[in-house]
């Protein structure tokens, strides 16, 4: 669960923000309570599945778990060896080492796709842990107590992306006990950045992202560029300062004054004033630990003719690392070097204009740096997004270090959208992909559905799949590009769009003349399905041969509102007798034994495909007829985008009373639904919506399932309902 992006975060948020908000009330220490809401949270944010490389997976927690005894023992060994002896070769290997986690868990899958080390904020952490060492090696830390070493490093509320804390400052909250008028001006100050990150983050760069970034993103012109680089610019601040003041503001509930990281930064009257007003802890910690150091180092050491020159380069190797700091991928290298030339041509022009006098320091000036800051600053943000660079990041699995994102755009059809994509440097973190159709954004999707594929080819957890049902107003009979990119960057899924041409009709289903009607006439023989039942719990693709599996039980829960379920598309369909081997077919299994189709059906023994379901129908002459089948895609589509557009009639058709609510025997004429053609049967349900039939999809096509216990189903026949 990544922080601060969904409202069921905040909900989650409430199991450790109350007993903090009581125990503050009562004016009690809240250091135990800090270490164990941090675990509680770590738990519900890193619950999830990591396969660290193929056939080994391992719970997420545990791997944080293991960064965090990592960075104990480099933190503690460094602290002794300190104090033994000053060598500044183990402090550069401490440093080195802190830093390991991080750059294997970013680089490493870059490399090698099928390995995954990194967790969801680890760029954060290790730059605490690097904090540690570095005020080790300045003896302004002379120990460790283990329990305020763990807070610090994993402090739940800033882990994901900051601000970047300092241990000392974090050490006097830690030992700060408050009294309960201190608490009050702390819980004043929460809710009120509360309120601000709502407003920000969920309103305002929302809005931008939605009305303004999105089209802009589409256009290919210098206008749109300029646009894009505007509305970016904007819905970063907006996003980033919105997630900073949720994080600042759980802090000061927990007593956590965790420091500020923004401060109006488009107001800034030069680049230098912009880095002291934006992300501050995190250009104060490169200010610190590596540009100071380096240019005192350079001028003790006398390494250059110039004192001016360590200077330039101290701006141009802190905001590189800084650059590769966020990724490998071409854009955030340009932008660490782009924002390392502002500053070191800011320093010259202020050293030469100190002697001639050319700038000013009036209003009008004051306004012209204002303006000239923000327009320096907006290239940069362009620069960072990876709009201007998306040529080189397309089909980041064949481009290897040269990109942040990989994926495919795989298929365009007439029903549905779809492939995969993730983010090389954050794997864990969903990415949203935008559809593009003729250059206009239809819509932002975001690409988190598990496929056995990825995740068996070394693509993270696997979660990384798409699926956009195209809209109803494209089928049009008119040639269509519909292209697929990755959402805020520009950056293209595939070589080029790909087009289609739709020219079926759908209509509402409020008329006797409507094409779904016409669709249910014709006989079933003159339209032979994709997919066929193999008796055994699989259904088989016609032209390809390959399985799904089908089951009655899904594997998720309460999804009806989920009309992508793909749980069950996949090519598996049991496994070899002897080793328990993934197989499609008898051949697949070799020397072990056959394949065992039915064992898909193990969560179920009861359960029953969509085909037998449809023979039962039959065999019990549901609402007096034997010809029911399943629905073909036209059919399916006319019943789905109704429904998802929210359509009275269909509704009304499908969800009424007249459609067999309380249902139990389908025999029953009295549970067929009101539209011609189209029934539904299902034992009882709080409402439909609970127990609503799930659609897939595989391969381009859309087919019906089944969901879980409930039974409910939806069929057609060929010819008209009784009167």
């Not at 004016?27 to 890193?46: E, F, S």
């Not at 983010?423 to 239809?442: S, T």
């Not at 039915?598 to 085909?611: M, W």
Request: hydrophobic letters at 45%.
């Amino acid at each position: 669960m990544i922080p601060y992006a969904s409202f069921l975060y905040f909900g989650v948020l409430l199991y450790v923000a109350v007993p903090a908000v009581l125990l503050g009330l009562a004016g009690r220490n809240l250091r135990p309570w800090i270490l164990a809401a941090t675990v509680g949270m770590l738990l519900v944010q890193y619950g999830g599945i990591l396969r660290i490389e193929p056939g080994v997976e391992v719970r997420e927690f545990w791997l944080v778990a293991a960064y965090a005894l990592f960075e104990w023992v480099v933190a503690v060994g460094f602290l002794r060896l300190r104090a033994r002896a000053d060598r500044r070769w183990v402090f550069y290997a401490a440093v080195a080492l802190a830093l390991l986690p991080m750059v294997a868990g970013k680089y490493v899958p870059i490399l090698a796709p099928q390995f995954q080390f990194g967790f969801l904020g680890i760029s954060y952490v290790t730059l605490r842990a690097v904090d540690i060492v570095i005020c080790t090696q300045d003896r302004l830390i002379v120990s460790l107590p283990v329990r305020q070493f763990f807070a610090f490093l994993f402090f739940f509320a800033t882990i994901s992306s900051g601000p970047i804390d300092r241990y000392r400052r974090f050490a006097g909250d830690w030992e700060r006990r408050r009294t309960r008028a201190e608490f009050l001006d702390d819980m004043a100050g929460a809710v009120h950045r509360l309120f601000r990150g709502f407003f920000y983050k969920f309103v305002l760069a929302t809005l931008i992202e939605r009305h303004w970034m999105a089209p802009a993103a589409a256009r290919v012109d210098l206008a749109g560029t300029l646009s894009y680089m505007y509305a970016y610019s904007f819905y970063l601040f907006f996003d980033f300062a919105g997630y900073t003041a949720f994080a600042i503001g759980i802090g000061y509930l927990f007593g956590v004054h965790t420091p500020e990281n923004f401060d109006r930064p488009f107001l800034a009257r030069d680049i230098r004033d912009f880095w002291n007003r934006w992300n501050i802890t995190l250009s104060w910690w490169l200010r610190d630990h590596i540009y100071m150091r380096f240019v005192m180092a350079a001028l003790k050491g006398r390494w250059f003719a110039s004192k001016y020159v360590a200077s330039y380069l101290g701006f141009f190797l802190a905001f590189g690392l800084m650059g590769l700091w966020h990724g490998a991928a071409l854009h955030y290298v340009l932008y660490g070097l782009y924002h390392g030339a502002l500053l070191s041509s800011h320093e010259a022009f202020a050293r030469w204009n100190k002697r001639r006098k050319l700038w000013g320091d009036g209003p009008l000036w004051h306004a012209a740096g204002v303006f000239l800051t923000f327009h320096c600053v907006c290239l940069g943000f362009l620069l960072f997004s990876g709009h201007l660079t998306a040529g080189g990041a397309r089909h980041a699995d064949r481009a290897g270090a040269a990109s942040a994102y990989e994926g495919s755009y795989e298929r365009a059809s007439c029903e549905e959208i779809g492939g995969w994509a993730r983010d090389r440097a954050n794997p864990q973190a969903p990415v949203d992909v935008e559809i593009v159709a003729d250059g206009r954004v239809l819509a932002t999707v975001r690409a988190d559905l598990y496929r056995r594929d990825l995740a068996d080819a070394g693509k993270g957890s696997g979660e990384h799949g798409f699926v956009y049902v195209l809209p109803r107003h494209l089928q049009d009979g008119s040639r269509h590009e519909v292209a697929v990119r990755i959402a805020g960057t520009g950056i293209a899924l595939g070589d080029e769009p790909k087009a289609i041409v739709c020219s079926i009709p759908v209509r509402s289903m409020d008329g006797g003349d409507d094409a779904l009607a016409a669709a249910a006439a014709v006989p079933e023989k003159r339209e032979l399905p994709v997919y066929v039942d193999n008796r055994d719990g699989t259904i088989a693709a016609r032209h390809t041969g390959l399985m799904w599996e089908k089951k009655v039980a899904l594997d998720g829960t309460v999804e009806g509102a989920n009309l992508h379920d793909t749980d069950n598309c996949y090519p598996w369909a049991g496994t070899c007798a002897a080793d328990g081997a993934d197989c499609r077919v008898d051949a697949d299994c070799g020397e072990k034994g056959r394949c065992r189709a039915g064992d898909c059906q193990a969560a179920a023994p009861n359960g029953r495909t969509i085909f037998q379901w449809i023979e039962q129908l039959n065999a019990a002459r549901f609402a007096g007829y034997d010809d029911w089948r399943l629905p073909t895609a036209q059919e399916l589509h006319g019943i789905v985008t109704p429904l998802e557009e929210g359509d009275p009639a269909t509704r009304a058709a499908f969800v009424g009373e007249a459609c067999g609510a309380g249902c139990r025997d389908i025999g029953d004429p009295a549970c067929s639904c009101t539209q011609t053609g189209l029934y539904w049967a299902g034992s009882n349900a709080p409402s439909p919506d609970e127990a609503w039939m799930a659609f897939f999809y595989c391969n381009g096509n859309l087919f019906l399932d089944v969901k879980s216990n409930t039974f409910f189903v939806r069929a057609v026949r060929g010819g008209a309902p009784p009167p």
